[in-house]
């Protein structure tokens, strides 16, 4: 860009300048005073949200920190065009585009690893209801209700059961194993 026609360095500066500058609405909110810091107070728990409703709350944080990205390369590529054209010097460095892309990637990464967890719940849901689609009641001994239901003991009973089942494969499958190796 270093013989760039001087068009195409205006309209860069001009879109710059335009992004910069704050719209009439937008002008800085006055704080209000602080309390002082004896009476400050522990912010109110928030509920636990599921997984769902934190990758919906990090979708706007990650809109603002995509937009943020789009400026700061905007802004390293204006400069870099100014410097390379001999317009400006080395004295005022654009912001830093490493820190902006790792914001996003970590807004990213926190929404997959959500969607993921979801996803795992979703599944686990799924096979608890192919694998055990009786209900289990709260109560320990609770023997009213409908047929489908069961009760915390014999829940327990039929745990315990496919635990059985699967230290019996497992240990089947270990056997078929040793047979397999001895043989060779």
């Known amino acids: 860009m270093a013989g760039g026609p001087p068009g195409q360095m205006a309209q860069l500066q001009n879109m710059l300048q335009q992004q910069q500058q704050p719209t009439p609405n937008q002008g800085p909110a006055p704080q209000p005073p602080l309390p002082p810091a004896s009476h400050l107070q522990a912010p109110p728990e928030q509920p636990k949200l599921d997984n769902i409703s934190k990758v919906k709350s990090l979708i706007w944080p990650l809109k603002e920190s995509l937009a943020a990205v789009m400026r700061v390369a905007a802004q390293n590529v204006y400069y870099n065009a100014s410097v390379d054209a001999g317009l400006k010097g080395s004295d005022q460095l654009p912001a830093r585009f490493d820190k902006c ?53 014999q829940y327990i009973s039929t745990v315990k059961l496919q635990v059985q089942h699967a230290k019996e494969i497992h240990d089947s499958l270990t056997k078929a194993a040793r047979t397999v190796n001895e043989c060779e």
């Open 101 to 153: 892309i790792e914001e996003f990637y970590a807004l990213c990464d926190q929404i997959e690893l959500n969607l993921k967890v979801a996803l795992d719940c979703s599944n686990l849901a799924s096979s608890s209801q192919r694998y055990t689609p009786f209900t289990v009641s709260a109560n320990k001994s609770d023997a009213s209700g409908p047929t489908e239901t069961h009760n915390y003991t």
